[in-house]
């Protein structure tokens, strides 16, 4: 079993950067594809990046390719998720998940963090 805390949201202007952290305290946390998305006021969630177990496998919505940049250290259980030329739509509340595969399918993520926050003005 994980649980999983996300942080780093926060106000930043159309063109700044960020880093989110997903940080788990469970030991298994090496064996899970860890995925973000983002939830937008009124949207549904919305599939962002997920990277293996073992970093060898990366994905991306295309409209961040080039953008962020999806990590992992499993020795610190944790997932980053570096964000850079922030654009207004990127607003959205960001979620970290557990998933047995490298997969974009939310319906296929098992424990999900509570969500942190990304707000950018323009």
């Known amino acids: 079993q994980v649980q999983l805390v996300e942080s780093g949201g926060g106000l930043v202007q159309a063109g700044g950067s960020l880093i989110l952290s997903c940080v788990a305290n469970?030991?298994?946390?090496?064996?899970?594809?860890i995925g973000w998305f983002r939830q937008a006021p009124g949207k549904e969630r919305e599939f962002v990046s997920v990277i293996s177990r073992s970093s060898i496998s990366t994905r991306y919505t295309d409209s961040v390719k080039g953008r962020f940049t999806i990590s992992r250290d499993n020795a610190k259980n944790a997932v980053y998720l570096q964000k850079n030329s922030l654009k207004p739509e990127d607003t959205a509340v960001y979620y970290c998940?557990?998933?047995?595969?490298?997969?974009?399918?939310?319906?296929?993520?098992?424990?999900w963090g509570q969500g942190t926050q990304v707000t950018v003005s323009s």
């Open positions: 998940g557990t998933s047995e595969y490298t997969t974009m399918n939310a319906a296929l993520y098992d424990y």
């Open positions: 469970g030991r298994a946390f090496s064996t899970y594809a």
